[in-house]
């Protein structure tokens, strides 16, 4: 899961092993509770932030204005359960996983670290994906 | 409020006009000095203050004399140029508008939060009133709220639709958001924003929506300081971060990309020419990132002109943005194409600052193209 927006424009990302936490269960009944097809409105608050949620096998962007309910609940305990001194190791990676774009074994390398910093572009070795819902923002000849 | 209702300033007669040869802003500061050594200065600069309406700019130091909003007899014969705060507590809990803690003319509670976005939300508007003539973000006297203590730990500050947001920060990063009176006329100017080019906040049109925002942001504290674009830090969002982040401001008008540069944050990523746009499905598009491209433009065109941004590179980016020439879709060439077109409507054909807006487009590789 990870965040972008904000004032600041930076994004921020969590991740969760769910076969890993105390509670497995507890998770999976949240999961199930999340109305994964009911995609919600995109986000006209300036300078709010955009979760992005991958759950496999679903995927998510939730503005945070509408993050209520199982939703709101799913996105608060990825958030404690990420900055928990006791995450798991890289080398234990059971799915299904609520996790981030990168790799989970580097994603829980670090048992410090709750939050990552990430490139706002997805990756400096990564190209840049075009932005199918605002054309008007790729450079072109015609600026 | 600002203006006592009996003593407004005709709408159809500019403070700029005003045969005062110390400006406004700086009798203001005078005007507060607690120095017995600059008691006379201090005096007159008050005394001046009255004479030609200015008697709101107190920073906040005395309380206003209008009353409530909320006990005025008859809303709608408040003059123009009448500013009506409100300052509510969400009391660390997310639900708005929270409780509402101080009104228009009421003095200080103590909370330094809600002291902060009252009197920054009173310098955002003595900047779009006293200089450009808007009334507020609707320009017919809407009211000024804010929400400060927002949600717990809450790194963030933002524009609902109709009010101004502000969290405490974390503690570990950002401190609270209204420490920067760049970020609340950030906050504000989505306002005016929204009541008037509309851009859409995606993309383009949302990166621009942003520049504009950063742009009366740094108006703001420019205008409220007295500072020539010389003398200006062009920053926004200075001193919201804690002793520990290895940077200056969220962003940097004058050098997109330099902000900050630390183990956590990481490197501002803004870029500040056009062959270094981002194209990205993130934060609206890349909104907050590729924003410093016309930001920097913006502050060429000042920096070229030199003297008070707000004067002239800040007038013609005000008339871009309130002169219909722009749509919600407009993109980085449509809105130079439109500054520019504002600079020769103002200034004239050929004239300095129509060059000075020109070069600073040309700095930053975005061709002026009109549809």
């Known amino acids: 899961?990870?965040?972008?927006?904000?004032?600041?424009?930076?994004?921020?990302?969590?991740?969760?092993?769910?076969?890993?936490?105390?509670?497995?269960?507890?998770?999976?009944?949240?999961?199930?509770?999340i109305p994964?097809?009911?995609?919600?409105?995109?986000?006209?608050?300036?300078?709010?932030?955009?979760?992005?949620?991958?759950?496999?096998?679903?995927?998510?962007?939730?503005?945070?204005?509408?993050?209520?309910?199982?939703?709101?609940?799913?996105?608060?305990?990825?958030?404690?359960?990420?900055?928990?001194?006791?995450?798991?190791?890289p080398e234990s990676q059971p799915a299904p996983e609520c996790d981030a774009e990168a790799s989970p074994a580097t994603e829980t390398e670090d048992s410090?670290?709750?939050?990552?910093?990430?490139?706002?572009?997805?990756?400096t070795d990564e190209p840049h994906e075009p932005d199918p819902l605002g054309g008007a923002d790729e450079p072109d000849g015609e600026r | 409020m600002f203006r006592m209702p009996n003593s407004p300033v005709s709408p159809t007669k500019s403070p700029r006009a005003l045969c005062a040869i110390v400006p406004p802003f700086l009798l203001s500061r005078i005007a507060t000095l607690d120095d017995p050594r600059f008691e006379r200065a201090a005096h007159a600069a008050r005394r001046s203050l009255t004479d030609i309406g200015h008697d709101h700019l107190d920073h906040g130091r005395h309380e206003?004399?209008?009353?409530?909003?909320?006990?005025?007899?008859?809303?709608?014969?408040?003059?123009?140029?009448?500013?009506?705060?409100?300052?509510?507590?969400?009391?660390?809990?997310?639900?708005?508008?929270?409780?509402?803690?101080?009104?228009?003319?009421?003095?200080?509670?103590?909370?330094?939060?809600?002291?902060?976005?009252?009197?920054?939300?009173?310098?955002?508007?003595?900047?779009?009133?006293?200089?450009?003539?808007?009334?507020?973000?609707d320009d017919r006297s809407s009211p000024l709220e804010a929400t400060v203590h927002f949600g717990r730990d809450y790194d963030n500050a933002f524009w609902d639709g109709s009010r101004m947001v502000f969290g405490d920060g974390d503690g570990e990063i950002f401190t609270g958001f209204t420490r920067s009176l760049s970020v609340i006329g950030h906050e504000l100017a989505h306002g005016v924003t929204e009541f008037t080019a509309g851009l859409v906040y995606r993309g383009q049109s949302g990166a621009l929506n942003e520049h504009v925002?950063?742009?009366?942001?740094?108006?703001?504290?420019?205008?409220?300081?007295?500072?020539?674009?010389?003398?200006?830090?062009?920053?926004?969002?200075?001193?919201?971060?804690?002793?520990?982040?290895?940077?200056?401001?969220?962003?940097?008008?004058?050098?997109?990309?330099?902000?900050?540069?630390?183990?956590?944050?990481?490197?501002?990523?803004?870029?500040?020419?056009?062959?270094?746009?981002?194209?990205?499905?993130?934060?609206?598009?890349?909104?907050?990132?590729?924003?410093?491209?016309?930001?920097?433009?913006?502050?060429?065109?000042?920096?070229?002109?030199?003297?008070?941004?707000?004067?002239?590179?800040?007038?013609?980016?005000?008339?871009?943005?309130?002169?219909?020439?722009?749509?919600?879709?407009?993109?980085?060439?449509?809105?130079a194409a439109a500054t520019i077109a504002a600079a020769v409507a103002r200034f004239g054909d050929g004239s300095e600052e129509q060059r000075a807006v020109e070069a600073g487009w040309a700095l930053v590789g975005v061709v002026p193209t009109t549809n």
């Open chain 1, 36 to 89: 994964w097809n009911e995609h919600p409105a995109e986000s006209t608050m300036p300078d709010r932030y955009t979760y992005e949620i991958h759950c496999e096998p679903h995927e998510a962007v939730v503005p945070e204005q509408q993050l209520v309910g199982p939703w709101r609940e799913l996105v608060d305990r990825v958030r404690e359960a990420d900055s928990s001194p006791r995450r798991p190791q």
């Open chain 2, 213 to 335: 925002s950063d742009v009366f942001g740094a108006l703001v504290e420019q205008y409220a300081w007295g500072q020539t674009a010389g003398e200006a830090s062009w920053l926004v969002g200075e001193g919201i971060f804690t002793d520990e982040v290895e940077g200056n401001a969220l962003r940097s008008l004058r050098a997109p990309g330099t902000a900050y540069d630390d183990d956590v944050l990481g490197k501002d990523p803004q870029p500040a020419h056009w062959d270094d746009f981002i194209v990205t499905q993130e934060d609206n598009g890349g909104v907050h990132l590729n924003s410093g491209i016309p930001n920097r433009a913006f502050w060429s065109a000042a920096d070229t002109l030199g003297g008070f941004a707000w004067e002239r590179a800040g007038q013609i980016w005000f008339d871009t943005l309130t002169n219909g020439s722009l749509t919600p879709r407009s993109d980085f060439s449509e809105f």
């Open chain 1, 1 to 33: 899961m990870w965040r972008s927006g904000g004032l600041l424009g930076r994004r921020v990302e969590w991740a969760v092993v769910v076969d890993e936490q105390p509670d497995p269960d507890q998770w999976y009944v949240l999961i199930a509770e």
């Open chain 2, 64 to 137: 206003h004399t209008l009353p409530p909003r909320s006990l005025r007899p008859d809303q709608t014969a408040v003059a123009r140029g009448t500013i009506s705060r409100a300052i509510s507590d969400a009391q660390t809990g997310e639900i708005l508008p929270g409780v509402l803690v101080r009104s228009e003319g009421e003095p200080e509670t103590g909370d330094v939060s809600v002291s902060e976005a009252y009197d920054g939300l009173g310098h955002t508007f003595a900047l779009f009133w006293e200089v450009f003539e808007r009334d507020s973000i």
């Open chain 1, 112 to 123: 410090s670290d709750a939050q990552h910093e990430t490139d706002p572009l997805g990756g």
